[in-house]
């Protein structure tokens, strides 16, 4: 028994490794940079703690401002990078 109740938390640590949490990301033009806030449990915690992260992006008068909420496993918090195809 001992036995199965390992194995369970095995698969269940497994599984939820592989689950995507909600993040915001959020794109601008200039200075060209993707920024990544959370992670949440779902959608709507993310959405709602989207002013507060566009309002701290503005004092930082960038501009270009897109926010897209979305499942996801940022590899970095931050990505500045003019080269970068991605932005």
């Given at each position: 028994?001992?036995?199965?109740?390992?194995?369970?938390?095995v698969l269940?640590?497994?599984?939820?490794?592989?689950?995507?949490?909600?993040?915001?990301?959020?794109?601008?033009?200039?200075?060209?940079?993707?920024?990544?806030?959370?992670?949440?449990?779902?959608?709507?915690?993310?959405?709602?703690?989207?002013?507060?992260?566009?309002?701290?992006?503005?004092?930082?008068k960038a501009?270009?401002?897109?926010?897209?909420?979305?499942?996801c496993k940022?590899?970095?918090?931050?990505?500045?990078?003019?080269?970068?195809?991605?932005?």
């Amino acid at each position: 028994m001992a036995f199965l109740n390992i194995v369970r938390e095995v698969l269940t640590g497994v599984v939820q490794g592989f689950r995507m949490a909600w993040w915001v990301e959020i794109a601008t033009t200039e200075p060209r940079c993707i920024y990544y806030f959370g992670p949440f449990d779902n959608s709507a915690q993310a959405a709602a703690a989207c002013p507060g992260y566009i309002e701290d992006i503005h004092k930082e008068k960038a501009q270009g401002i897109k926010v897209k909420i979305k499942r996801c496993k940022p590899e970095a918090l931050t990505i500045c990078d003019e080269e970068n195809d991605e932005l």
